[in-house]
């Protein structure tokens, strides 16, 4: 048995799911069950400005300019440089 969970808010009386190729031409069970408004309003994490001061490091090159073979690797698949003004 497979189980599979999909989160998706109901716009029309007709839903599209995407990904269920493997599952075309079987026989499956669908329960819909609706979320209570607090739970929906709840899932993003709030952020906090700092949070992760202390676990991104710089080094001290960081703005140095790159060297040339390796602006040269970067090119090479037909990107662009960018033109700073």
Known sequence: MEA???KKRIEADSVS???LGNLIGKDVEIIILEEPE?????LKPQRMPGSAKGFIKMSD???DPLPDDEIEEFYKFGRQPIQFY
């Open 4 to 6: 599979l969970r999909l």
């Open 38 to 42: 607090e739970a929906s309003k709840t």
């Open 61 to 63: 090159d960081l703005c």
């Open 17 to 19: 799911l995407s990904g």
